[in-house]
């Protein structure tokens, strides 16, 4: 088992997107002891998304309450957050050594890379402003939305 100087991990997952966090539930669900190291806001994209209407479980949740749902479930079997940049991983004998921005080293005999995106921006003027309220980054869900419902699928959203 991998340790440092907070505790001793079999898993470290980076990335604490609804992938990382649905990762870090299911193996702390299976008592493996877990360290979730996330630069940002745990909860990744769904903090952009004002609406999650097709989540397993949830006909309508909103994007910020379903990561802390998922969060505080994965923390419920164990699972440890924290909150700092990894700017390096390398294997050591049967370690995995995952140093970060602050300067901590963790390590583990196995690492999870769930880092997700961005939305990429268009560059139009108004868009910082407009984001989430007049149009989408979700083509997936979006796109076929607005043809079932016969809307133009270039002006998406609310």
Same mark, same amino acid.
Not at 35 to 52: D, H, M, R, S
Not at 63 to 90: C, M, N, R, W, Y
Not at 143 to 153: I, Q, V
């Given at each position: 088992?991998?340790?440092?100087? %907070?505790?001793?991990?079999?898993?470290?997952?980076?990335?604490?997107?609804? #992938?990382? $966090?649905?990762?870090?539930?299911?193996?702390?669900?299976?008592?493996?002891? %877990?360290?979730?190291?996330? +630069?940002?806001?745990?909860?990744? $994209?769904?903090?952009?998304?004002?609406?999650?209407?097709?989540?397993?479980? @949830?006909?309508?949740?909103?994007?910020?309450?379903?990561?802390? /749902?998922? $969060?505080?479930?994965? $923390? /419920?079997?164990?699972?440890? @957050?924290?909150?700092?940049?990894?700017?390096?991983?390398?294997?050591?004998?049967?370690?995995?050594?995952?140093?970060?921005?602050?300067?901590?080293?963790?390590?583990?005999?196995?690492?999870?890379? %769930?880092?997700?995106?961005?939305?990429? /921006?268009?560059?139009?003027?108004?868009?910082?402003?407009? #984001?989430? +309220?007049? @149009?989408?980054?979700?083509?997936? /869900?979006?796109?076929? +939305?607005? @043809?079932?419902?016969?809307?133009?699928?270039?002006? %998406?959203?609310?």
């Amino acid at each position: 088992m991998g340790t440092n100087g %907070t505790g001793s991990y079999e898993i470290i997952i980076v990335g604490a997107g609804p #992938a990382g $966090q649905t990762a870090a539930l299911y193996a702390g669900r299976s008592r493996i002891p %877990t360290l979730v190291l996330e +630069k940002g806001i745990p909860g990744g $994209q769904l903090w952009n998304t004002a609406e999650v209407e097709d989540y397993p479980g @949830f006909e309508h949740i909103m994007g910020p309450d379903l990561a802390d /749902k998922i $969060q505080h479930h994965a $923390q /419920k079997f164990g699972a440890t @957050f924290e909150t700092d940049e990894v700017v390096s991983i390398a294997a050591e004998g049967d370690d995995r050594v995952v140093r970060t921005a602050s300067g901590n080293e963790h390590r583990a005999p196995a690492v999870i890379v %769930t880092v997700g995106g961005e939305a990429r /921006k268009l560059g139009v003027p108004g868009e910082d402003e407009l #984001a989430g +309220k007049v @149009f989408s980054s979700d083509d997936a /869900k979006e796109g076929p +939305k607005a @043809f079932a419902e016969k809307r133009d699928p270039r002006w %998406t959203g609310r």
